[in-house]
């Protein structure tokens, strides 16, 4: 898979920076109307949600705080189990604060589903979800997800926090693999 130009592994751009950057902006606009000036705790989960967390927080016009966990889901090869394990715990008392986590993307939805039963135990006043890509075609659980910045095909995508074999986080777009590199 070693390859000089990252460039060169990239079958093709599915969201370039400007139309995240605007979609991103919309989301920010939306949760601003709806948190009508009470602070917000942004949770991130790590490490993929790190650009949307970046970009959607600088959008808010809200007062946020920010705060991370990162999980591990168990499972075979790269299908999610829905068995999670933290990493990562968050260090912020979620006692009456509205929770709004964070993330790059749903697939089976196994993991946001336990992270928000979780998060709703330590006595939260909401939590809501924000999520830059979902793909409804993967989904095993019913999730109430209240911001989507876009439904995408079942396919394998990289880029914007996303990673393959933990590269293509730092491109600024959205994009699939060629199958020469996961081949
Ligand atoms: P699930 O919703 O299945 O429990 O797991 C979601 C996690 O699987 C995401 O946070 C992400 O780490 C990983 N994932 C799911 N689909 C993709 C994808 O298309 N590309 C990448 N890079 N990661 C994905
Ligand atoms: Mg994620
Ligand atoms: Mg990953």
Sequence with gaps: MDSQ?????????????????????????????????????LVGVLKGAVM???????????????????????????????????????????????????EDIIDSGLTLSWLRANLMSRGPASVEICTLLRKPAAAKVEIDVKYVGYEIPNEFVVGYGLDFAERYRNLDFIGTLAPHVYE
């Design 5 to 41: 130009d990252v460039q060169a592994d990239l079958k093709h751009v599915l969201y370039t920076k400007e139309q995240i950057q605007t979609r991103v902006a919309e989301l920010a606009a939306q949760i601003d109307a709806d948190y009508q000036g009470r602070d917000v705790l």
């Design 52 to 102: 949307i967390m970046a970009d959607l927080s600088r959008a808010l016009h809200s007062h946020v705080t920010m705060d991370w966990m990162a999980v591990s889901s168990y499972g075979s090869g790269t299908q999610s189990s829905g068995v999670v394990r933290i990493l990562k715990d968050l260090e912020t008392d979620l006692m009456g604060k509205h929770v709004l986590i964070v």
